[in-house]
């Protein structure tokens, strides 16, 4: 059996899936993008900001299941340029101090234009 994730403190679905699905003692979260929970808006223009936001929106699913960052064992980074890589790299560093496990790839495309995409998975306690 598992539990789906509905917090407003991260973005609603914008499609036919869930913000997060806990199970067996795990915690898979969809990709987070800058997207203001409240008014599902596009924050920020430039990379830091962007990732500022989407590692908020991973805060909000994780302290939805009573998680922290230290329960990130695994992320999949998506930027939709290299370049952005380092900066990108600036404000990763300042939530994920555990340091988990990460990919971090370069895609054509993520919704709504944005420049970085975040996923998770952690251990639930």
Known sequence: MFEVTA???APAAIG???QAIRVNGMLYASGQIALDPATGEVCGATIEEQAERCCLNVKG??????LGFEDVVKTTCFLADLKDFAA???VYAKYFTGKPARSCVAVAGIPKNLLCEIEIIAVCK
């Open 7 to 9: 917090t407003p403190n």
């Open 16 to 18: 036919p899936y869930s």
């Open 61 to 66: 699913i994780l302290e939805a299941n009573g």
């Open 88 to 90: 990108f790299n600036g």
